[in-house]
């Protein structure tokens, strides 16, 4: 069979090179014939992201291109964290081309060393979702791209619902997602009606959907394929809602971080002493954070609930840290007087927690998560039902499928954002609510996620329907009818 190498290109952004390593080690596990370069474009100012595409190294078939951190001061009128990648990304294009370029015209990359890579044909680009001026860099060297969504096959729907209602019908998204009058949406990837409280600020600021959301999605159109980290058995609705001006798309998911089980790990080690499905775990992503007022409503639940707990804690970020959390000296700065005192034996507050380790422990039987794709996946994965809080980026809408579309999660909020000046404050009775819910031994929502364990672990197997759709999409990738077009 012919050689084939693929050249990776995550976005700088967490959660998005993590994933796409995972899907570079999905298809050299299955695909002898193919090899991978990963090009690395780091976020300045993001030393936890950094960190991480910093430790990856070369792997018998996976080779890593790290490019140099690019100075901050470079992105300073970048409103958004997104707006930064964004700008990294554009400003990586000339190197990647002209690498591009050398891989073309003399097979041998910019001065790989690497027997295995020389002889092998470039294949593909795979891009991660931000990731869309490389099409351009595919089209000129007539390199087919396929774009890796790292988000579920509902939002990919829904971005380009809109896509088509502004280019082909004339609507102005934000104003219509600001100005509903209905209180709700019809969108095809979701089954049920959206209420506009869910739907994401990239949508309803014109910025966000103008400058970046509806560029990427147009380019999603001219894309090869679309890979998308999700599986059949989960996303039927969505999956089956395109129309016919979507490239062929293809869910290989779930794909998940590898645990690293890491036995010395304080809070690991106490886990194994818990009973099963004892333990409440609250953990909100790499940029979730509360206000003060709001962790002393957590804290309240947490402690009325009687529950077990893991309770991954962290400061707002300051000016300077732009958007990223930091870790408090002492938590009694911000938790009700004697809180750890009171809940030592029962619970474990921490800034940065192992979660996946955690979830995949028999004694964690709850989860209140920002819903983060990969944490839902993961959630599902390991059979740990999930009480909804969403806090940033698209995750109320996730949060929404989960708990409408789904069935799969218990709500405590659909619609919280951390960008909502406004915000109401969640109560305590409220978190309370949720977290016995959650925790119920007997909730049907359990059996349900009990399910998807199961479907979730067929899919990715041999004779399963990502197993299936990962094949599907290397022999398309492997045809030559895939150049010139
Ligand atoms: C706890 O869960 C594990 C794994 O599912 C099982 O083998 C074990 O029997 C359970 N223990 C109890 C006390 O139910």
């Not at 001065?111 to 000129?140: K, Q």
């Not at 394929?225 to 998911?253: K, M």
């Not at 034996?345 to 380790?357: C, I, N, R, S, Y």
């Amino acid at each position: 069979m012919e050689k084939l190498e693929l050249f990776f290109i995550p976005s700088p952004l967490m959660g998005h090179a993590g994933q796409a390593v995972e899907l570079a080690i999905l298809f050299i596990k299955h695909f002898h014939h193919l090899t991978i370069t990963v090009l690395v474009v780091k976020l300045p100012g993001d030393p936890i992201g950094t960190g991480y595409t910093d430790s990856l190294t070369d792997d018998n078939r996976i080779k890593f291109i790290h490019f140099p951190v690019m100075d901050p001061d470079l992105f300073q009128d970048c409103p958004t964290i997104g707006f930064r990648a964004d700008a990294v990304i554009n400003r990586h294009k000339p190197v990647i081309r002209s690498l591009v370029a050398s891989r073309i015209f003399d097979g041998s990359g910019s001065g790989s060393d690497r027997e295995s890579h020389h002889h092998h044909r470039l294949g593909a680009l795979v891009i991660d979702m931000f990731c869309t001026p490389m099409i351009d860099v595919g089209n000129e060297f007539n390199v087919p791209t396929y774009v890796f969504f790292t988000s579920n096959a509902a939002f990919l729907g829904i971005m380009l619902h809109f896509q088509t209602l502004q280019d082909d019908q004339d609507e102005d998204i934000p104003h219509l997602v600001l100005g509903g009058s209905m209180g709700e949406l019809t969108v095809p990837s979701y089954a049920s009606p959206v209420p506009l409280g869910v739907v994401p600020v990239l949508f309803w600021d014109p910025d966000q959907w103008n400058k970046r959301f509806i560029r990427y999605t147009r380019r999603y159109r001219e894309a090869k394929g679309i890979i998308v980290n999700t599986f059949r058995e989960l996303e039927h609705h969505a999956l089956g809602s395109y129309d016919d001006q979507t490239p062929p798309v293809y869910p290989v998911g779930p794909l998940l971080k590898p645990e690293k089980p890491n036995p010395n790990h304080e809070v690991l080690q106490w886990l194994k002493r818990q009973p099963n499905a004892s333990v409440l775990l609250l953990c909100f992503g790499s940029r979730g954070c509360f206000e003060a007022d709001q962790v002393r409503e957590i804290a309240v639940a947490i402690e009325r609930s009687g529950y077990r707990f893991i309770w991954s804690l962290r400061r707002p970020p300051s000016e300077e840290q732009k958007g990223f959390p930091g870790e408090y000296a002492d938590y009694n700065e911000v938790l009700p007087d004697g809180f750890l005192e009171r809940t030592a034996g029962k619970g474990k507050v921490l800034g940065w927690v192992p979660q996946t380790e955690v979830l995949a422990d028999v004694a964690t039987g709850g989860f209140v998560s920002h819903c983060g794709w990969n944490s839902i996946l993961e959630s599902l994965w390991y059979g740990v039902p999930v009480a909804t809080w969403p806090i940033y980026a698209e995750q109320q809408l996730d949060a929404f499928q989960m708990v409408k579309d789904l069935g799969l999660a218990v709500e405590i909020s659909l619609d919280y954002n951390q960008i909502d000046k406004n915000r109401k404050v969640v109560s305590a009775e409220e978190i309370e609510k949720g977290i016995r819910e959650v925790m119920d031994g007997n909730c049907a929502i359990r059996a349900e996620v009990k399910e998807m364990r199961a479907k979730s672990r067929m899919a990715v197997k041999e004779g399963g329907s990502s197993f299936a759709s990962l094949s599907r999409l290397v022999d398309d990738i492997m045809q030559p009818s895939s150049w010139n077009n």
